[in-house]
């Protein structure tokens, strides 16, 4: 199996009830480049949550709307310039409720303009079933060496007690 390679998408767009539909078809089809079609309900549902929130509670008409894919989770996030944080009201007000039902965690934090950033993010599983698996580092020198065979003395009191690995008979 191959692992899928990390993405990015980020595009900043007018905050306007008109642009929320345009917005869901950008994500749409990025997602399904991505081959994350599945995923297309769940992610446009929570972005177009953040996204109206953006058009109802703040006076400032930008919003900046990003996709990363890690290769194991799907993190969307919708950013304005508002310094007023969102809170979760409650599972029949608000639309964070509806972002964290439809996701892992979610959060925000404000940035250094004085606005915020309000993100969530998924788990994804691989559309075949079978489990994504974490890949390991890629080696940076071109052969391993296997470690000495016997103990090192890494202080004094050490030292005494080192003892050399037993040698078989055999060997000669």
Known sequence: MTVPRPCYYGVEVEASPE?????????AAHLAHWALDHQVEPVCGGVGE??????????????????????????????????RRPRLLGARRGGLAKVAALSDGWGSWR?????????????????????????????VLGAVRRRPGRLLPTSPQRRAT???????????
């Open 162 to 172: 080192a003892v050399e690995p037993a040698r078989s008979p055999l060997a000669a």
């Open 50 to 83: 953040l996204f109206a929130n953006v058009v109802e509670h703040t006076d400032d008409t930008t919003a900046v709307v990003e996709l990363c894919w890690t290769g194991r989770h799907l993190i969307a996030s919708v950013a304005d310039r508002d310094h």
């Open 19 to 27: 642009r929320g539909a345009h917005v869901r078809r950008i994500l």
């Open 111 to 139: 940035t250094p303009g004085g606005g915020k950033v309000v993100w969530f993010s998924r788990r994804v599983e691989s559309v075949e079933g079978v489990p994504l698996v974490r890949r390991g580092p890629t080696p």
